[in-house]
């Protein structure tokens, strides 16, 4: 422990699980002044675990019922005696249930809440009741079937209840090869060498780019309807940081000064796509010219100057 900077905590300081978690995350602790009866109680207190409540173990019965259906190892009598078991599980937790409905009822009247709470509360009992006794009328089909494919029939039936009504799960399964805020996948080729492959992705017709849509400006027309609110806008390569902002500041605003500042102050650096976004190449002062477009844009955005991608193939003559 030389050399170490060893936290000073007395086991009177423990007050809640939360700091017991975090001690025991691996930091070396040493205690000072510990009494044997107080470490046994904080260690107590370590493992102790809240009892689950009524909710908790009626959804877990459901869980296993689900469980039984789906197996298909067992023979259709131990089925039975296992449903059956689960069935008088349920009876005695809905006892549970229905007083906890009691109460809560209880209290929205003594709180004098307004009646369509109340009466949403009943409603959602109703829809207990409903389910419930629909899962008890499976459960005694199943019990009372003759055969096997009777009682597959009720048991199919109990298995698309239970799915039906079963509680949507708040965790979102992640792709970890498409996360969000993730680059596009660059599409390798070879680099083209001829002039001959250059001029095969080159459009056949030559002078197709006359019927593209192109954008003029005359010297006193007027920018409406050419410009979009998503020239101004914040994008994952285009981010307007506290440091551009006061950057673009400092430049006037002015889309010269901000042209010349990114020409003359920045160097080139070879590597393919968006990699380091307008923050990091703002830092380096260096990036390819996908990233050094990315800060430009931001500084004109922040400026206040709409400001676009533009993509072109230039020929060496």
């Given amino acids: 422990m030389e050399g170490k900077d060893v936290p000073q905590i007395r086991t009177s300081d423990i007050r809640s699980s939360s700091l017991l978690f975090y001690l025991d995350i691996g930091r070396p602790v040493q205690h000072c002044q510990c009494r044997p009866d107080r470490a046994k109680k904080a260690k107590a207190h370590k493992v102790e675990k809240k009892p689950e409540g009524s909710e908790e173990r009626f959804a877990k019965a459901t869980e296993e019922v689900e469980e039984i259906l789906s197996d298909k190892k067992e023979d259709l009598q131990t089925k039975k005696g296992r449903l059956r078991s689960k069935k008088a599980e349920i009876d005695s937790l809905d006892m549970e249930v229905r007083q906890q409905f009691a109460e809560t009822e209880k209290k929205l009247k003594d709180a004098k809440l307004p009646p369509e709470i109340l009466e949403r509360h ?40 239970l799915e039906r009504t079963k509680a949507p799960s708040r965790h979102q399964k992640l792709d970890p090869n498409n996360l969000p805020h993730r680059q596009p996948k660059v599409i390798k080729r070879e680099p083209r060498m001829k002039k001959e492959e250059f001029e095969k992705d080159l459009k056949k017709d030559k002078h197709a780019w006359k019927k593209q849509k192109r954008v003029l400006l005359a010297s006193t027309g007027t920018t409406a309807g050419l410009l979009t609110p998503d020239d101004l806008a914040e994008t994952i390569e285009v981010q307007l940081t506290p440091e551009i902002r006061a950057k673009a500041l400092e430049l006037g605003n002015n889309p010269v000064k901000i042209y010349e500042w990114v020409r003359n102050n920045f160097k080139f650096e070879a590597y393919y796509g968006s990699l ?14 996908y990233d050094q477009a990315s800060l430009l844009i931001a500084l004109l955005r922040a400026a206040n100057i709409p400001a676009k991608y533009a993509m072109a193939l230039l020929s060496c003559r």
């Fill in 276 to 289: 380091k976004g307008t923050q990091q190449t703002f830092l380096e002062k260096s990036g390819n010219d």
């Fill in 122 to 161: 009943r409603k959602f009992v109703k829809h207990y009741d409903d389910n419930l006794a629909e899962l008890k009328g499976n459960i005694d089909r199943i019990e009372k079937a003759k055969d096997e494919p009777e009682a597959e029939v009720g048991m199919e039936k109990a298995r698309q209840h």
